[in-house]
């Protein structure tokens, strides 16, 4: 009986050939792009082409970003041609998004958009407005204008949460560098003063948001299930409304055909993804897609150690070793990240990484797990940052990866050449 080792081996395919997802995406409503990181060089490129390729050769129109709907529409209007000011755009998205691989996107979908005026493709992001840094300044001069002791304690109080937009709260929980008191907290204690100057509805509006945005975050353990719901409500809203076909990238936590996802940064809190719902409503319509690795270093110099046995990236390491396929950061890469690696070899597997069309059936393997590499990420408790997979082709129906990676350039820095 074929081993899992030797399936890989057999049906591995060069992750910088997207024919056999492009097949399936032609058929499809709404394709995924997972990534069990989003700090890698090597991943960020595969997902940057993979998008490229699904908007250039299988027509879709929409492209869904982990991000807020404020973020999104300024990364519309910049595809649209409507903005010059790229890295301003990318520099106000989420922290992970502020990538030179993410610029990328943008300008390829900008270059599309001028060459098919009359068949763009649009930018939307998976969650509502939410607050950004210029929304405590509103409420502040609001506040000064009416009463500037109350404004001075309203400062005191956003001076601290305000750092949420720059380190993650949960992050700074993670690194020891976390003032005390729960930013919700201090937000609320803020609303709560400006209610009381009754201001213009807009500035209170800003006020109730701020809340909002500390009491909803990691840090504030949210309701992950109801995040989903809301994230796969937005993609379905999008296809239906526009009639046009879907490419969302995400955390695999989040892409991933799973009932129960369980996730470092929320213990023992299980929840239904959005790829899992989207499934549901979708079928076969949705094609998931999983980006993976196997080892390396990231930001500030983290050393990604290889996987424990047990994890799917041990059995692709295993099975890709000595034999040219899986791709490595020394090089066989190919181009630098938020370059173009769509003219890889195209032949055999090897210099850019494996692809398995698990769809096509037949994968021997039982229950796996699946790291997951994010800001919380401690090596010193590995085991403590995976998602268990009851059944691999069911929660990804094509599966890249590449066996080393290095950490992914913010927008505007000159990415070196390896």
Known sequence: MNTTREWIRDHARPLADPGPVLAAARAAAVVAIGENTRESAEIDRHRVDLTTALVEEAGYRIVVIPDSANVAERMDQYVLGEREDLHEVVRSGWLPN???????????????????????????????????PGDYDRVLEAAERTDPAAAAAIRERYAVIRTAHEVNEHLQIHQGTHPGRPFAELASEALDLVRVLA???????????????????VAANPDFGAISRGIAERITAA????????????????????????????????FITSGRLLRERFGAGYVSVLLAFGHGVIRDGLVIPEPAEGNVERLLLDATAGSGVGGTADGAEGSPAGG????????????????????????????????????????????????????????????????????????????VAR
Not at 241 to 264: N, P, Q, R
């Open 199 to 217: 201001p213009e509805p807009g500035v209170l509006a800003l006020a109730e948001e701020i809340t909002g945005f500390h009491a909803h975050s």
């Open 239 to 270: 296809h239906e409304e526009a009639g046009g076909k879907v490419v969302y990238f995400d955390g695999v936590a989040m892409t991933g055909v799973l009932s129960e996802a369980e996730v470092a940064v929320s213990p023992g809190r299980p």
């Open 98 to 132: 502020r990538t030179e691989a993410n610029a990328e996107l943008l300008r390829r979908l900008r270059a599309f958009n001028t060459a098919h005026a009359d068949d763009p493709v649009r930018v939307i992001g998976n969650g509502p407005r939410q607050t950004e």
């Open 340 to 415: 173009d690696a769509r003219s890889g070899d195209g032949g055999a597997a090897g210099t850019g990484g494996v692809l398995l069309p698990l769809a096509d059936g037949g994968w021997p393997g039982g229950a796996t797990r699946l790291r997951i590499i994010a800001g919380v990420y401690d090596p010193a408790e590995d085991g403590k940052h995976s998602i268990d997979l009851p059944s691999l082709p069911e929660a990804v129906d094509y599966l890249g990866f590449v066996r080393e990676i290095t950490r992914s350039p913010s927008v505007g820095e000159v990415a």
